[in-house]
């Protein structure tokens, strides 16, 4: 990373939409986490699906558990799913208090 505290990359993959991101996402840069989100969720449609690559965010705040459920209602109502690729046992930790590992569907 080149001094940014996150990196948000988009990529369509066949059928599938993957918004990677690298670094925290926290109040600060959740706005650039969000709206990639956003976009992922409004271009997808059936049989579409949007993955949130958190295989490098090494911070996630209340702010990105926030983006990430509404970017799951988001594609619930566009009829696509949204699966989450975590890896970082900090980022897990804090979707199993939350409770949100119950919520969104997790690739781990």
Not at 61 to 80: I, K, P, V, W
Request: glycine content about 8%; charged content about 20%.
């Amino acid at each position: 990373m080149d001094g940014q505290l996150l990196q948000v990359a988009t990529k369509r993959n066949g059928a599938t939409i993957v918004v990677r991101a690298e670094g925290e996402v926290d109040m600060n840069t959740v706005p650039l986490f969000g709206q990639a989100l956003a976009d992922a969720c409004a271009e997808a449609g059936p049989p579409m699906a949007v993955v949130a690559d958190l295989s490098d965010v090494t911070f996630l705040s209340s702010a990105g558990l926030t983006a990430l459920l509404e970017a799951h209602n988001r594609c619930l109502d566009n009829g696509t799913p949204l699966r989450v690729k975590i890896t970082h046992h900090s980022v897990r930790r804090a979707l199993e208090i939350t409770g949100m590992d119950q919520i969104l569907t997790l690739d781990v």
